[in-house]
């Protein structure tokens, strides 16, 4: 997921990768949490991802 958002984004975003415990996946965007795998039971889809990046790419766009 790190390396997909990197490549809408790159050199305008910050990627952190934090290890977590019992199979935490969440993602923010500008301290919003975006997805998050313990609300929703799953990792993100293929559609998620799309829209993940869409999301960035607004951020990004606005600055």
């Known amino acids: 997921m790190g390396s997909e958002?990197?490549?809408?984004g790159k050199s305008n975003v910050a990627i952190t990768l934090t290890p977590g415990q019992a199979g935490v996946f969440t993602v923010s965007l500008n301290g919003e949490?975006?997805?998050?795998k313990g609300k929703l039971g799953r990792y993100p889809s293929?559609?998620?991802?799309?829209?993940?990046?869409?999301?960035?790419?607004?951020?990004?766009?606005?600055?």
């Open 33 to 36: 949490i975006e997805f998050d």
């Open 46 to 63: 293929l559609p998620d991802a799309k829209e993940l990046q869409a999301k960035l790419v607004n951020l990004i766009e606005a600055d």
């Open 5 to 8: 958002l990197y490549a809408v």
